[in-house]
């Protein structure tokens, strides 16, 4: 399928998904001059206004690129996200250096409210609540100038809390998180990605993330698999 510019359609899962950002996709969001843009649900509804220092770049793929230094998108508060007890996140991304840097967050300066970041090529760790949920690491587990697909899924309903946390990898699962909230905390936060709040400081994105989208619901792994298969395609694979 090919990309539809000016049309919401996309060959994702719409079940649940509450924000939908694609820089191959005018109508999830609008690439301009401007450093203020707007971003758009999956209705069509305008939902929310970006700030980005980060580049829209009409590549193939079409992506967002950040610069390691101070690139950033901030999408404001996803309060949708607030008492979740069932969310999942999902994004493509390259990472250009091996160094610290962090995809996505939603940092309050004191609390990780959640945040997922690259501790250099062989790292990943993802907060959730001030705790670490995920502190994984295998060698050339993210790599360099390398697409690949992350989803983080939540079930905060299980009695387990080392299985409420899921982590795939171009669809493949990885081991089970140390333990995992029964739902998130409220945030005070914006949303950002390709950096963490500025008062955290420290960490910015160097590499490429095309898009990102976050569902009200816990993924399972069939549905991420048909995700990744739906994109795959966009990215050379």
């Known amino acids: 399928m090919g990309i539809r510019r000016g049309s919401i359609s996309t060959p994702i899962i719409t079940d649940g998904l509450v924000l939908n950002l694609d820089a191959a996709n005018r109508a999830s969001t609008i690439p301009s001059t401007s450093t203020l843009k707007t971003f758009n649900t999956i209705d069509l509804s305008q939902s929310g206004s970006i700030t980005t220092d980060a580049t829209w770049e009409d590549g193939t793929p079409p992506t967002f690129a950040f610069d390691g230094s101070d690139g950033y998108i901030e999408l404001g508060n996803l309060t949708f996200l607030n008492s979740a007890v069932n969310a999942s996140w999902g994004f493509w991304a390259k990472i250009n250096a091996d160094a610290n840097q962090m995809p996505i967050t939603q940092w309050d300066g004191s609390n990780n409210f959640f945040y997922f970041y690259f501790n250099g090529g062989s790292r990943i760790r993802i907060a959730m609540n001030g705790s670490f949920v995920w502190d994984l690491t295998s060698s050339g587990l993210n790599g360099l100038d390398t697409w690949r697909y992350y989803v983080i899924t939540l079930d905060g309903s299980l009695s387990?809390?080392?299985?409420?946390?899921?982590?795939?990898?171009?669809?493949?699962?990885?081991?089970n998180s140390t333990a995992g909230p029964s739902s998130l905390d409220t945030a005070t936060?914006?949303?950002?990605?390709?950096?963490?709040?500025?008062s955290g400081g420290g960490f910015y994105f160097n590499g490429d993330l095309p898009m990102l989208h976050i569902y009200n619901r816990t993924l399972s792994s069939n549905e991420v698999l048909h995700n990744y298969n739906a994109l795959k395609p966009r990215f050379g694979l």
């Open 160 to 175: 387990t809390s080392s299985e409420r946390v899921k982590l795939y990898i171009n669809s493949t699962i990885q081991n």
């Open 189 to 198: 936060s914006n949303f950002n990605i390709g950096r963490r709040e500025a």
